[in-house]
Every structure is written in structure tokens, then in C-alpha cells.
């Protein structure tokens, strides 16, 4: 009986972990890397582009990963209203030099015509994050222009 009992204690725990996992796996953002597959995406989508450039050595771009955009409310906004593209200097530097990106991390959007709508430099927080993606929501969906772009 002791052991069904430890069985028992071991299969709740198990399945509560399991469960706690889940929501957070499916927060995840799922980027691409290829600036050419984002237009494409945005395009046939009438979602805007959000980028994130960064470097595999950058602390603050390590942050912002494990803290915004793995963030549950930032994953749910993206996956309903943009394209995801996460440009690195090790596989993009020649884009990020033209894009005059001087310091990492920074965060862009663009318009599917990839007309830059805002950009922000350093780390930003996904309390900030979400609210200047709404403030850019309400401004599309007031904006003619928007209303035939999608």
C-alpha cells in the first residue's frame, strides 16, 4: 500500500508539473529568421512585421528572450497579429548595419510594405512592449488606410 501510495504522490506531481509546462511552451514565439519569409508572411496575412535584433553574446537580448518574449500576453498578441522575425548579428549584420541598428537588443515594426511604424532601442519590458502593440492597434484600426490593408 506504501508503494501505491508513493506511485500515487509521484503521478499528481507529475501531472501537475506537465500541466504548469504546457501554457508556457505554447507562449512560445515562433520566429523566423528569414527577413524574405516575413514579408512573404506579412503580405499574405496584412500583419505587421515585429523584429528582434540581437546577439548570442548580448545579456539584455538574453533577458528580453527569457522575459518578453516568452511572456504568455506578448506570445498571444503576436501570434493573432503580427509576423515574428528575430535577425542576429552573427547571421544578419549586413541588414542590421543598413537597418542602423548601433546597440542591442532593439525591437522594430514595419508595415507589410516594410515602413518602419516604431522602433525601440534597448531592452523594453512586456508590460511596455504590449501596451505600444495595442497603441499601434488602435491606431491601424482607425487609420483608412489599415481597414483596406487587411
Given at each position: ?8 504522490v ?13 501554457p ?9 529568421h ?23 553574446w ?56 516594410r ?30 488606410q489599415s481597414?483596406?490593408?487587411?
Open positions: 500500500m506504501n508503494h501505491f501510495r508513493k506511485l500515487a509521484l503521478t499528481l506531481m507529475l501531472v501537475g508539473f506537465m500541466s504548469h509546462r504546457q508556457i511552451a505554447a507562449a512560445e514565439v515562433r520566429w523566423t528569414s527577413p524574405e519569409q516575413a514579408i512573404q508572411a506579412a503580405h499574405s496575412t496584412g500583419r505587421l512585421i515585429i523584429v528582434s535584433v540581437g546577439a548570442n548580448c545579456h539584455y537580448c538574453k533577458e528580453m528572450d527569457r522575459d518578453v518574449w516568452k511572456h504568455p500576453a506578448i506570445a498571444k498578441i503576436i501570434a493573432e497579429e503580427y509576423v515574428p522575425l528575430k535577425l542576429t548579428d552573427e547571421q544578419h549584420q549586413e541588414l542590421i548595419e543598413t537597418m542602423q541598428i548601433k546597440g542591442y537588443p532593439a525591437t522594430l515594426i514595419f508595415t507589410q510594405d515602413q518602419l511604424v516604431t522602433r525601440m532601442d534597448g531592452y523594453i519590458s512586456a508590460e511596455k512592449l504590449a501596451n505600444t502593440m495595442r497603441a499601434i492597434r488602435l491606431s491601424r484600426q482607425r487609420s483608412p481597414s483596406t490593408a487587411r
